[in-house]
T-cell receptor, first 113, second 112 residues
Framework: AAGVIQSPRHLIKEKRETATLKCYPIPRHDTVYWYQQGPGQDPQFLISFYEKMQSDKGSIPDRFSAQQFSDYHSELNMSSLELGDSALYFC????????????FGPGTRLTVT | RKEVEQDPGPFNVPEGATVAFNCTYSNSASQSFFWYRQDCRKEPKLLMSVYSSGNEDGRFTAQLNRASQYISLLIRDSKLSDSATYLCVVNMRNQAGTALIFGKGTTLSVSS
């Protein structure tokens, strides 16, 4: 079965640079979520979109923004990167009319040097 | 106090053992409950949803006690491949886009 696709899988950036992470949800899923997982930490919710509209917002820094496009893929834009932004960034998707179970992509490992 | 609390372990058990994980959540209004499994540097994978009536999937049994705000996971006949971190997860409200709240996870190591 098709899963959530994330790209790139690995990204190395320098401080103050920008980065864009992409997420392609499971086909037919209408909701996308972004999570950040630091080393030794549990995943922390950043932001979510339902039917291309922002639906919930968590601990997303003001330097980050995200959107969901007409084809339901989503992008997380990160600017003025800091060392502390180094983490695994997961995208998850769900089909709200079916259940609230969220299925995670393989993640993007971002390293800021 | 964290919203979802788990014993971090590690739980070190031999193959074939039965092991139980417990989890408590602080918000009585929480709506949905899940167990996820996460291998090192990989994504969380949904193991099972948890219902008040309890549910079983092969060697895995999950229970929810809403009155005590307590969730459990029982693994029978442990396999080496069960070694992973098990995350107790709560969804605060059943509506589109609601964030999952994760516990810090319980580490299981199954040895031969």
């Amino acid at each position: 079965a098709a899963g959530v696709i994330q790209s790139p899988r690995h990204l190395i950036k320098e401080k103050r640079e920008t980065a864009t992470l992409k997420c392609y949800p499971i086909p037919r899923h209408d909701t996308v979520y972004w999570y950040q997982q630091g080393p030794g930490q549990d995943p922390q919710f950043l932001i979510s979109f339902y039917e291309k509209m922002q639906s919930d917002k968590g601990s997303i820094p003001d330097r980050f923004s995200a959107q969901q496009f007409s084809d339901y893929h989503s992008e997380l834009n990160m600017s003025s990167l800091e060392l502390g932004d180094s983490a695994l960034y997961f995208c998850a998707s769900s089909l709200t009319s079916d259940s609230y179970e969220q299925y995670f992509g393989p993640g993007t490992r971002l390293t800021v040097t | 106090r964290k919203e979802v609390e788990q014993d971090p372990g590690p739980f070190n058990v031999p193959e074939g053992a039965t092991v139980a994980f417990n989890c408590t959540y602080s918000n009585s209004a929480s709506q949905s409950f899940f167990w996820y499994r996460q291998d090192c540097r990989k994504e969380p994978k949904l193991l099972m949803s948890v219902y008040s009536s309890g549910n079983e999937d092969g060697r895995f049994t999950a229970q929810l006690n809403r009155a005590s705000q307590y969730i459990s996971l029982l693994i029978r006949d442990s396999k080496l491949s069960d070694s992973a971190t098990y995350l107790c997860v709560v969804n605060m409200r059943n509506q589109a886009g609601t964030a999952l709240i994760f516990g810090k996870g319980t580490t299981l190591s199954v040895s031969s």
